[in-house]
């Protein structure tokens, strides 16, 4: 005594030959559980004899108590008596100071972005809170847990991490270019060509972002024309030239279109070492312009199907033509039509006709010499003995009056006349006088 506990056997082999040979055997387990109560126990102990070890632990302390009986060795090992063993106090442990664990924050492999903890204070001894995954990412929450008996300051809390998956949040806007077509898939929108792609970016604009960034998307882009188009050419059906469209390059009003076709000439059939060629030019009203099919660099030049080029044939007559001006059905020249005539002022240069370019490089007639008619005045004479009373105040221009003689004057009759060709409004009419 005074330890309780099975016996094990010890055994010396049959054939031991040996005189200093140890016998084989395994050591018992003995315990004892009597042993008097410690002279003077810690403040942190109580006595309690509805406890199975007779204490708990007081009440500003936390733990389990444990009770440990020992026998130590009475006299020294060099003594015959050895080992004389005698039993000791009890020695008490396992209550203490309650510390709250370590925070979850502190702990590995904690991330700030990746899980929720919101439901989880201050974890003092034996309390318990729900860990989350953190939005966008998703999985079932977890427990975390600080021993009820927390002693231990730098213990860390007893928690497994959640299996957290993210669900990548669309760009918001999303980006022009890209239309959504499911969960995670995207395509180009129209007015857009290439293949849509995202990717999971993180912590892109703050720590713990996440966003889908979309790519391979590019927009269409027109072409446009040549800035060093010739004037001469017009090109006003390709403005906003879409990828894969066509149109006409023609020329304008008073010029006539040419291209330059290339002529192949082989000696020998499908050959092409042999092969020759030439150029010959074509009348032709236009030529096609087109964009390429798939165009995405903003401000490509537009393709021409041929070399244009537009020679200038003569000028056109302006739209609406000038009621002034008509061409002579006998001579074929320009002539002031009816109701007009050459102005005869000092610095008129009479009729002209001619050809000028206007700012939109087409050919136009421009006429100048001819002005209204004008009426005549009454024609002067001596009213005391002719009567102009058959003549209007205004005289139309190739119109004549009559002249009498007033009496008592008698005679023949003259007349008055305005000169057709009269541009001068109140001149004099010619006058031929009664006799």
Known sequence: GPYLGPSTPVHCPADNNDPENVARFSRPVCSFFTCPNPSFADPSYTLDVGSPVGWRCSDHVIGSVAKQCEVLPTVAENSSDWPSCEVQEAILSGCGEGYPCV???????????????????????????????????????????????????????????????????????????????????WECSEGYIGTA??????????????????????????CIIPKRLPCSQDASECLGLFPGEFCNVTCKASYLGYVQMKFYNTTEENSTENQTWWFETMQADSVLGSCPEGNIIPGLLMDFSLPFECIFQGCEEPDPMPVAYELSNISGEWQCADAYTEDVAPNATGLRAGCLLNSDCVGELVFEGCVPKQPCSLPVVD?????????????????????????????????????????????????????
């Open 383 to 435: 009213t005391c003995q002719y009567d102009v009373s058959l003549c209007p105040a205004a005289l139309q221009a190739g119109s004549r009056c009559s002249i009498g003689c007033r009496l008592p004057s008698v005679g023949g009759t003259g007349f008055a006349e305005c000169p057709d060709d009269n541009a001068v409004r109140g001149t004099a009419p010619d006058v031929s006088l009664p006799t």
């Open 197 to 222: 792609n995202s990717t999971c970016v993180f912590g892109a604009t703050s720590k713990c972002s996440v966003v889908q960034e979309l790519h391979g998307c590019n927009k269409l882009e027109p």
């Open 103 to 185: 925070p979850l924050e502190e702990t590995e492999p904690w991330d700030e972005c990746l899980y929720d903890i919101s439901q989880c204070g201050r974890m003092v001894p034996n309390s318990f809170c729900q860990v989350q995954c953190r939005y966008p990412y998703f999985g079932a929450p977890t427990f975390a847990h600080c021993p009820r008996f927390n002693q231990d300051p730098n213990n860390v809390i007893d928690w497994t991490p959640p299996d957290c998956t993210v669900d990548c949040p669309d760009p918001n806007p999303i980006p022009p270019g890209y239309e959504k077509v499911g969960h995670g898939l």
